[in-house]
């Protein structure tokens, strides 16, 4: 079919009116036309994939602050994730959306401390993010498969699908999910702006996705990247031979709130130290 | 029918276009908040349902409530409640309404609210509820305008009403467990992650929504020539006893369970709530009112001397509907979100133009409301006397 771009945004608006837009759009993708099915689109040869994405923390390796702030910052940079200031350039703890961030071992692990832990270990750093649950309760209360679970195990979100309803941030019991409450384009610094991911849209919610988006061009998540070295593995937890399968299964790990049978796939190596 | 809501007198215009001011002002916050996002409110990343969710909760209850009037007309044959049941019918058409306007000025893309049928999502609870609300409010909106239009004609009911009138007895219990499900199944949210959180949200509808509906009945009879009965409001009274009893059983139960185990992600809410958590007592007070007029409420409606007397009567079902307002449609919802993940407590408060567009909302419904109930009024009215067939 042909149709120029004033008529296609034409259709697109109107029909974006009736809730008809998804299906508009999948209409005049190139994909869809002609009988042509996805399977006959030759995917990326480069990209990366798994049976089932994991990660393992290993939070010795995580010796300053900077190395805190170097891993967070590759990720939000790279995703756009609004950084909302108050005017005295602390964090708008209001609206703010994050993706992964440092919290405390007594936060991130709540009633694993004891009375006479001394106050380091308590406040020990560590670093949180979605744990792309095996059964993830995000995805089971969203009433519009807005978020989803891709084969490889992530839980991945379609933002342009999102009613904002938030049911999946009460679901969530890890905190792992942040509303954009207002504007987050003006959050947004246009000097660092990724234009290679989107921005998104105000009422709608987010989180980490594993960086899928690099994962298909071939490259680690952002976060693994910019760690220091052994801090962040991430693998194919499902293949025998590889790091994160070996951490999982010879070392000590601890996952956040497994007793809730949400199967986090974030590890947290204890001791850690020597393992890579 | 539909004229008789446009042919009133000076006092009845007077009090629609109040109505209608306050419930454009929620309008113009509304769209405030349109253009500006969710952040015009009190809620956070940590609590990020308030005020709206928790009115949505509260007003699916008062919408089931009429079912406690249609059982014993339809089902036992209970002639008493012959002329009030239509005010049951009407009122949850008006609360369904209200619930409906909730859930749209609480979602962030409601542009969108239609992705909800195009992506139909059956292991969500949210499209469940979406499904049985829409329905209750088809059947009641059928069944309240057919059995009133039968009645204004001086004829009985068409039979196939009568079909849809004892399914909209398990749709009621149905909206109301629903809702409840919305929030009972979610794990790491230990103050809702209670079996027994349907059958507190049914106790709490059955003693709340009656209990308007004594308030409303009370006022129908003071404006207008329509009586629902003194002995209707009387039994009514009696549903709102048990019903309230019910409730704060239930209460009690949660409380059980909370502090005999002593498990901290139980109580902590609790003890948020009620006492306090880590400095943080802004709710306290709030909560305690609740509890007060909960307990007097109750001890009105039990003593034969206070019940029967309508003045006592009425007021026991202000302060009990007063302090089942209190509970759900605010401790509730801001108690499953304090502590939150992290077991760290962020406080939640609604900010003004929040208020004012919840005011907006309350408006549109008691607008919708008396209009139907001016319907009503002015069919019964001239229907006075006659012995209602069903």
């Known amino acids: ?276 | 029918m539909l004229e008789k809501a446009f042919e009133g007198g000076r006092k009845y215009w007077i009090w629609i276009l109040f109505l209608g001011a306050v419930a454009l002002v929620g309008v113009y916050y509304y769209l405030q908040q349109f253009t500006y996002g969710l952040g015009i409110t009190g809620m956070h990343r940590d609590v990020s349902w308030g005020l709206y969710i928790g009115q949505f909760t509260f007003l699916v209850g008062v919408a089931a409530s009429a079912v406690m009037l249609v059982i014993p007309f339809y089902l036992h044959d209970y002639k008493t409640f012959s002329k009030i049941v239509i005010l049951g019918e009407f009122l949850a058409i008006s609360a369904v309404t209200m619930c409906i306007l909730f859930i749209m000025a609480d979602m962030g893309q409601p542009m969108r609210v239609m992705n909800v049928v195009l992506h139909p999502t059956p292991n969500s609870v949210m499209f469940w509820d979406f499904l049985v609300l829409s329905g209750y409010l088809v059947l009641n909106v059928l069944i309240g305008w057919v059995t009133l239009g039968s009645d204004k004609k001086g004829v009985p009911p068409p039979k196939w009403i009568k079909p849809l009138i004892y399914l909209s007895i398990p749709w009621a219990f149905s909206i109301h467990t629903v809702t409840a499900f919305l929030y009972a199944g979610l794990p790491g949210r230990h103050f809702w992650l209670s079996a027994i959180m349907a059958a507190r949200f049914l106790a709490s509808a059955f003693a709340g929504g009656p209990a308007l509906l004594i308030i409303l009945s009370m006022i129908v009879r003071n404006i207008s020539k329509f009586d629902p009965g003194k002995e209707a409001i009387q039994a009514v009274g009696k549903i709102v006893a048990y019903a309230m009893f019910a409730n704060i059983f239930f209460l009690g139960l949660e409380f059980f369970t909370a502090f005999y185990s002593s498990i901290p992600g139980h109580t902590s809410p609790f003890k948020y709530l009620y006492m306090g958590l880590e400095g943080h007592s802004e709710l306290v007070p709030l909560m305690w009112t609740s509890t007060v007029l909960a307990a007097v409420s109750l001890l009105f409606l039990i003593f034969p001397a206070t019940r029967k007397n309508e003045k006592s009567l009425v007021i026991a079902c202000v302060m009990l509907f007063i302090s089942l307002w209190i509970d759900k449609g605010f401790g509730l919802i801001v108690g499953g979100f304090v502590p939150n993940p992290f077991e760290e407590v962020h406080t939640y408060w609604p900010t003004m133009p929040e208020a004012l567009i919840t005011v907006g909302v309350w408006s549109i419904g008691f607008l919708i409301l008396s209009m139907l109930y001016k319907i009503a009024v002015s069919v019964r009215e001239q229907t006075a006397g006659v012995e209602i067939e069903h």
């Open chain 1, 1 to 276: 079919m042909s149709m120029d771009r004033r008529q296609f945004l034409k259709i697109a608006g109107i029909s974006s009116i009736l809730g008809l837009g998804a299906s508009v759009a999948n209409a005049t993708h190139p994909i869809w036309v002609k009988g042509l099915d996805p399977s006959q689109v030759e995917p990326n040869k480069d990209a990366l994939n798994a049976k089932k994405w994991a990660m393992v923390v290993d939070m010795s390796k995580f010796k300053t602050d900077e190395d805190f702030k170097k891993t967070i910052k590759a990720c939000h940079l790279t995703h756009n994730v609004p950084d909302f200031r108050n005017p005295d350039g602390t964090v708008n703890k209001k609206f703010e959306v994050k993706w992964i961030w440092q919290t405390s071992y007594e936060r991130a692990f709540p009633g694993q401390e004891n009375r006479y832990m001394e106050e380091h270990l308590k406040d020990m750093p560590f670093l949180v993010l979605c744990n792309h649950c095996e059964n993830p309760p995000c995805v089971r209360v969203c009433p519009t498969k807005a978020t989803f679970k891709l084969p490889n195990g992530i839980t991945m979100q379609d933002m342009h699908r999102c009613i904002g309803c938030r049911f999946c941030m009460a679901a969530c019991p890890y905190g792992a999910r942040s509303f954009n409450w207002i504007d987050p384009r003006k959050a947004v610094n246009p000097e660092t702006e990724n234009k290679e991911y989107p921005t998104r849209t105000i009422g709608v919610v987010e989180k980490c996705t594993f960086c899928t988006e690099r994962l298909q061009s071939g490259k680690m998540p952002a976060c693994v990247e910019a760690a220091p070295k052994g801090g962040l593995t991430f693998g194919d937890v499902e293949d025998p031979n590889s790091e994160v399968r070996k951490i999982v299964t010879t070392k000590l790990t601890i996952r956040r709130k497994p007793e809730l049978g949400t199967g986090p796939q974030i590890y947290y190596l204890i001791g850690g130290g020597d393992h890579a």
